[in-house]
């Protein structure tokens, strides 16, 4: 039997679809009526459990089902780990960023048409979706919801802006949506969007390390900069024989005041403790942010140039999603503080894996459980 396995920035995920790290704490309080001492009554035990989702294909990138546990070898930090497959329902909890700037103008009306095919392609009736768009702002169209009305509605808001692509900061803000919602969902961003970024506050690194922590799953349908160009609007030219004082120039679009990075990024005391994940994608400051962060959190990118491109992504991503192998395991190794490097290998020839890297963990001591 042959094994193929991934680690680093190539095959890690998570969720990737969506997903994470799950964290049970359970609180047990004995107390005696009238005589047990106080520092007896409190009994705190600490149990997490991980759950990493994970896609297997063939070498045409075809989906394989029908694995079963005893197909897959999983290590913790190096040290292997008793996986189990979960079969509980886990319902997808997605956000939606789309670019609407004038660059995509054209394309808008192919992407407004996805609302009902993601539903129920992807969504499921147990899923929930909220909907931004973003040029030099951030604007959201939609909170949760799992009605397919008000996803539509959302959709339909869809108005293209300025010229400018705040891709990262959009990326962020999706993040912060998700990470509100409970740790029994399977988390999962989805950016509409060209590659690049422009005008950001936000660096890719920062980002990634916000949805490693939060167990986010990021998947992108990218818009092919070739066709946005095509069919973008003709550059705005202004009239020079104006009212304007001599040197005089008209404000950039998009230079407006928006929160510092430590606010967007709302990490509380957890930023001083980032170092190993800052560590893990030091060399991400590259042009390509949809790359990076399907690559690192173990999503996929679709390409889109067509509709048919269009319908043909979220027909791809609802198969991944609803075809994932969710192993889980209860770390042995839980006294590790720090980030806890994944690798899962598949012991069947010829077949492929993306799983996410990693997770982050404070450490406890068995003695003294700390929080997650």
Not at 288 to 312: E, S
Not at 335 to 343: F, L, M, P, T, W
Request: net charge neutral; with cysteine.
């Amino acid at each position: 039997m042959s094994s193929i396995c991934y680690t680093g920035g190539r095959n890690i995920v998570r969720n990737a679809t969506a997903a994470g790290l799950l964290v049970a704490l359970f609180s047990v309080m004995a107390w005696a009526q009238d005589a047990t001492p106080p520092e007896k009554a409190d009994i705190s035990i600490t149990t997490r459990f991980v759950m990493t989702p994970v896609t297997v294909t063939d070498k045409s990138g075809n989906i394989i089902n029908g694995l079963t546990v005893k197909d897959f070898r999983l290590e913790d930090n190096k040290k292997p780990q008793t996986i189990t497959e979960d079969i509980a329902i886990h319902p997808i909890s997605m956000v939606i960023a789309v670019q609407a700037n004038l660059e995509v103008e054209k394309m808008l009306p192919m992407i407004q048409k996805l609302a009902s095919s993601i539903q129920a392609q992807v969504l499921g009736d147990d899923g929930e979706a909220a909907v931004l768009q973003f040029d030099h702002r951030i604007i959201t169209l939609s909170d949760f919801t799992s009605d397919p009305d008000k996803l539509a509605a959302a959709f339909k808001k869809m108005k293209v802006g300025s010229t400018q692509s705040r891709l990262n900061d959009a990326t962020l803000e999706g993040i912060n949506l998700l990470k509100k919602r409970p740790d029994s969902r399977r988390k999962v961003l989805l950016l509409i969007s060209e590659s690049g970024d422009k005008s950001s506050e936000l660096r890719p690194r920062e980002v990634l390390s916000a949805a490693e922590l939060a167990s986010v799953v990021i998947y992108s349908i990218d818009i092919s900069k070739t066709m946005a160009q095509i069919t973008a609007p003709p550059p705005v030219t202004y009239n020079v024989n104006d009212n304007r004082p001599p040197g005089a120039v008209n404000l950039p679009m998009g230079n407006v005041e928006t929160p510092t990075i430590q606010t967007q990024m709302q990490l509380g005391n957890w930023a001083p403790l980032l170092k190993d994940i800052y560590d893990s994608a030091k060399g991400v400051f590259i042009a390509n942010p949809l790359k990076v962060y399907t690559t690192y959190t173990g999503g996929q990118q679709y390409p889109f140039k067509t509709q048919k491109d269009l319908d043909r992504a979220v027909s791809d991503l609802g198969q991944e999603l609803h075809s994932q192998y969710l192993l889980t395991y209860r770390p042995n190794n839980q006294d590790e503080a720090g980030y806890h490097n994944i690798v899962v290998r598949v012991l069947k020839p010829d077949l492929y894996i993306r799983a996410r890297e990693g997770y982050y963990w404070a450490g406890s001591k068995p003695d003294s459980p700390a929080k997650p």
